[in-house]
């Protein structure tokens, strides 16, 4: 048997590697524990698990929100996905779509769900759409003493954007939809793949909520070469940058901050939307209420992700078809699902969204 040997080169292949190991565990080491969403923020109403905070201006504007806020330009209510936490819109002071609202004057509110427990587990879209958006729709009415709001609904937050906005259409001035799936059956649909099949009862029956952990690694399962081995083995090109391992653990703070899903939502949203694909068909019921989608008159700005893998830009350009709205803007990031967020290109969204509002004030 003839005895292995590296080659010189090799020899300093594996030292360089030895060295770049070395330099990422020392300066990962160094770093503290990292911090996202700290934009300054007021809590106007809680309800259960739930709080709707206020934004305060930037310092472009007022350091604080007087009351009432005077204020000419628009207000917009957030409401995001119940999958992960908002924190991704302002993952750090120079990655955020929060601030960068703030920076276009905007009056900005954020529904937060909180973190559901065993308590919640009975929970279905008619508390979210019917009692908790609807209360805090009303919120931001009232201290803006406004008779709508402008509503911006992020990925699944985007659907119950949606599915509110038909079903009170007269509540709502300007509905914005970011990454939001609408028709969940498109062929390019890996998540909708995974779930068609699901027995979600069973699972439900058997959990009761659905843990954070469990879609976590659902995710991943899509495609696990990009979102393990390649994501860890790239942090050895910035083993000697603090600051971009400092927004890599930001960013793996907010993956791994993952609330659990109240079971019968998650078996009602699975079902329908995945499963059956009602919102598109027209067949979707809440509380005895059909959502029609073609109820939804308003101005539409939708803004999708052209290399999105968790909603295919499929899934939400077809939105215009399903709605009545005259005034329909549609605008194509090229970037992911994460992307139109906290990339340097994302930067211009919030730009691009506080003017198309500011047009329709």
Known sequence: MSEFKLDPEQIREVADMQQLNSALLKQIGEIKDVEIGTAPKDVVYEEDKLKLYRYRSSEK???VHPEPFQNNNPAVLICYALVNRPTMLDLQPDRSMIRGLLDQGMDVFLIDWGYPDGADRFLDLDDY??????N?????REVRNESQVNLLGVCQGGTLSLCFTALYPQLVKNLITMVAPVDFQTP???LSCWLKDLDVASLVTASGNVSGE????AFVTMMPFRLLSQKYMSLLDIAHDKSKLENFMRMEKWIFDSPEQPGALFKQFVSCMYQQNQLVKGSLIIADKAVKLGNIKQPVFNLYATEDHLVPPASSKCLQKYISSKDYRELAFNGGHIGIYVSNKAKQVPIEIAQWLKERA
């Not at 805090?136 to 931001?140: D, E, F, T, Y």
């Not at 469990?214 to 690694?217: H, R, V």
């Open 61 to 63: 504007n007022i350091s």
């Open 129 to 134: 759409i019917n009692r908790y958006m609807f």
């Open 214 to 217: 469990f879609l976590n690694a």
């Open 188 to 190: 390019d649909d890996l």
């Open 136 to 140: 805090c729709v009303k919120k931001v």
